[in-house]
C-alpha cells in the first residue's frame, strides 16, 4: 500500500518535518472522510455498525495484502502470542465501539471524546507498565477528563449512553497502545502490524454475522469501499510521518483531526457544536500539550 506517484514524488523533494507535518494532515483528511462516509452510511442507510467494521477494515487488509504476504511468514515468529491475541482483541473492541458511536453521536461529540485516549495511557502506564506517577502527569489526566466531562454534559437532557461508546473507543484502544508499548520489547513493528491486519478482520466478522455481512449494492457498497481503501491509506500515511519525523513535533498537526471532523459534519450534517464543546476541548488539547511537553523533558537526556 502506498501513496500516489505524484504525491510520493512531492513528499520526497520536501525535508523530514515538512513531510512528516503534511503526511499528518493527509492522514487527519483522509480520516475525517472516513468518519463521515461512516456516519452517513450508519445513520442514513442504516448500516449496522459491527457490518461497516468489518467491511471497512477487511478492504483496508485487501489494499495492503502485498505487504502482509511479503512480511507474513517472517513476522509470524513470536513467543508473545498471547499477548497479540490480547492486544487484538482490545483493538476490536474499540474498533466496534468507535463505528456504534458514529451511528448514534454527532461527529464533533465523538472526536472530542476520543481525544481522551493519551490520557488513559498516562493512567494505564501507571497502573500496568510502573512508570511514575508525577504530579504533572496527574493534573493533565485530571484536566483533560474534566474536560471530557463538560462534552458529555451527563447532567444534560440530551445526554445519552451512546456517548460513552467513543470513550470506550479511548479507552480500549489506550490499551492497544499501552500493548504495544510492552510487546516492542520483544516484538518487531512487522510482527505486530501484520498480527493486527490478519486477526482483526475473522473477529468483525464474528461480530458481523448477527446483522448479516452482505455489503449491498448501490451507494452502500461504494462507501464500505471507499472506506476500506481510505483506511489503509491514512494507515500507511502515519506510519511513513512517524517513521520520518519526530513523534512530539508530529502531535499538534494530528489535532488538525479536531477541526476537520467538525467543519465535514457541519457541511455534511449541520452538526453544529454547542459552546461546551469547544471549551471542553481546549481542555483536552491544553492538558494534552502539556503532558506532551513533560514527557518530552523527561526523555531528554541529563
Known amino acids: 500500500m502506498t501513496l500516489p506517484t505524484r ?9 523530514p518535518a515538512r513531510s512528516g507535518a503534511l ?17 452517513y452510511a450508519t445513520m442514513m442507510l442504516a448500516v449496522p455498525s459491527a457490518r461497516m467494521a468489518f467491511w471497512q477494515y477487511f478492504i483496508a487488509l485487501l489494499f495492503s495484502l502485498p505487504w502482509v504476504i511479503r512480511e507474513g511468514l517472517r513476522a509470524m515468529k513470536t513467543n508473545s502470542l498471547m499477548l497479540h491475541l490480547i492486544r487484538v482483541a482490545a483493538a476490536v473492541i474499540g474498533v466496534q465501539l468507535w463505528v456504534a458511536g458514529l451511528a448514534h453521536v454527532p461527529i464533533w461529540q465523538a472526536i472530542a471524546l476520543i481525544m481522551l485516549s493519551p490520557f488513559f495511557v498516562t493512567l494505564g502506564a501507571n497502573l500496568f507498565l510502573d512508570e511514575a506517577a508525577t504530579l504533572e ?7 483533560g477528563f474534566a474536560g ?5 454534559a451527563p447532567w444534560s437532557e440530551s445526554f445519552s449512553l451512546y456517548v ?11 490499551l492497544t497502545s499501552l500493548l504495544t508499548k510492552r510487546m516492542t520489547r520483544t516484538e518487531s513493528p512487522e510482527s505486530l502490524t501484520v498480527y493486527l491486519l490478519l486477526l482483526l478482520t475473522p473477529v468483525n466478522f464474528g461480530l458481523a454475522l448477527e446483522g448479516g455481512v452482505a455489503p449491498g ?6 462507501i464500505l469501499i471507499a472506506a476500506g481503501l ?3 491509506l491514512a494507515q500507511y500515511a502515519i506510519a511513513k510521518a512517524y517513521a520520518i519525523a519526530d513523534a512530539a513535533y508530529l502531535q499538534p498537526f494530528d489535532h488538525l483531526k479536531l477541526p476537520l471532523n467538525v467543519g465535514f459534519g457541519v457541511l455534511a ?3 453544529v457544536p454547542p459552546g461546551s464543546m469547544w471549551i471542553g476541548s481546549l481542555m483536552i488539547l491544553g492538558a494534552s500539550f502539556y503532558l506532551l511537553r513533560q514527557e518530552s523533558r523527561t526523555a531528554q537526556p541529563a
Open 7 to 15: 504525491l510520493t514524488g512531492l513528499i520526497a523533494t520536501m525535508g
Open 23 to 39: 503526511l499528518m494532515v493527509i492522514a487527519g483528511t483522509l480520516f475525517a472522510l472516513i468518519n463521515l462516509m461512516t456516519q
Open 137 to 143: 502527569r496527574w493534573l493533565a489526566v485530571t484536566t
Open 148 to 152: 471530557g466531562m463538560i462534552i458529555l
Open 164 to 174: 460513552l461508546y467513543p470513550v470506550g473507543a479511548a479507552a480500549f484502544w489506550a
Open 217 to 222: 449494492g448501490g451507494v452502500t457498497a461504494l
Open 230 to 232: 481510505l483506511t489503509a
Open 269 to 271: 450534517f449541520g452538526f
